[in-house]
């Protein structure tokens, strides 16, 4: 968390309508990771969906062994904090991700762990009372019975969950998956003009200027505006062409306005919020970037 105020839906709403507010926000990303084991199958397809901020894998596969081939598949979070009650990603846990596997729902195994300085303390945070994950709510009896770790205790350690499923292909027959999640973008209030801005449309190769002329003319002299980047690492992924989709809705899940959708290797030549196309030898995942007008267009 960067911010000097901590982001809500409706602190940002108040920005929207005040627009003598100059608060800045920002909260960085929590990435989900995607891995395959795919054994003797071979991956024919890969479609990524993102609806607002819904996304959703599809992966194709195609078994030529004579026997069934076994596969299994897995989300894993990056090892996270909880740094404050007001964080819009307090939750990092995708408590809500879902797998089907030929159009039927598999149920996850989930494994959740704690750490502190590269440690597993799972066991430890047991043994005290207390789940692996960090809570800020944790009870403070509990937490002083915490051993120390070169004699430093462990009040505010890290998480890491992780959810995966395994299912059998049929012997010459295709197979999908599909994962779905609601993702915890990187996100930002950002100066029109400023070099942060130009950089991050530059990163996901689009020209400021041509944005920035775009907002203008539907929304006026827009001050700031929302910047989400949205990091989808698909560790299977590896140089393939790519179907995408994008989708943003009027207004988003902070009640700015989406404008302008980027990706890289995907055209958007009428600068619209929603786009979709084949992204040619994309590499172990995806990075979209999101410009949102807190106007209305």
């Not at 942060?196 to 001050?223: K, M, S, W, Y």
């Amino acid at each position: 968390m960067k911010s000097p105020v901590l982001a809500r839906p409706a602190l940002l709403a108040a920005l929207i309508v005040c627009a003598s507010a100059a608060a800045y926000e920002d909260e960085n990303a929590v990435p989900l990771k995607l891995g395959l084991e795919a054994g003797k199958a071979v991956v024919e397809q890969i479609a990524v969906k993102l609806d607002g901020r819904e996304v959703s894998i599809l992966t194709t596969l195609r078994n030529g062994e004579a026997r069934a081939s076994q596969i299994g598949w897995y989300a894993s979070t990056p090892q996270f904090t909880v740094l404050g009650e007001g964080e819009e990603h307090q939750d990092k846990s995708f408590s809500d991700v879902g797998a089907s596997f030929n159009g039927h729902a598999m149920k996850p195994a989930v494994y959740r762990r704690g750490y502190f300085m590269g440690r597993d303390i799972t066991r430890e945070l047991a043994r005290a009372g207390l789940a692996p994950l960090p809570d800020l709510q944790a009870d403070a009896k509990k937490l002083a019975r915490l051993p120390t770790v070169q004699g430093l205790r462990f009040e505010q350690w890290q998480g890491y969950v992780a959810y995966s499923w395994n299912a059998a292909i049929a012997p010459h027959a295709s197979a999908a998956v599909e994962v779905r999640y609601r993702a915890l973008p990187q996100f930002s209030l950002t100066e029109l003009d400023s070099p942060a801005f130009g950089q991050a449309v530059l990163q996901h190769c689009g020209n400021p200027d041509a944005i920035r002329r775009r907002l203008r003319q539907t929304t006026g002299e827009p001050v700031q505006v929302m910047v989400e980047r949205y990091e989808i690492p698909l560790a299977f992924m590896l140089m393939r062409d790519v179907r995408l989709a994008v989708t943003q809705p009027q207004a988003n899940w902070q009640q700015a306005h989406p404008a302008v959708s980027l990706v890289c290797g995907l055209a958007n030549p009428g600068l619209t919020a929603s786009v979709s196309g084949e992204v040619s030898n994309a590499n172990r995942g995806l990075s979209v970037l999101v410009v949102s007008s807190l106007k209305t267009p």
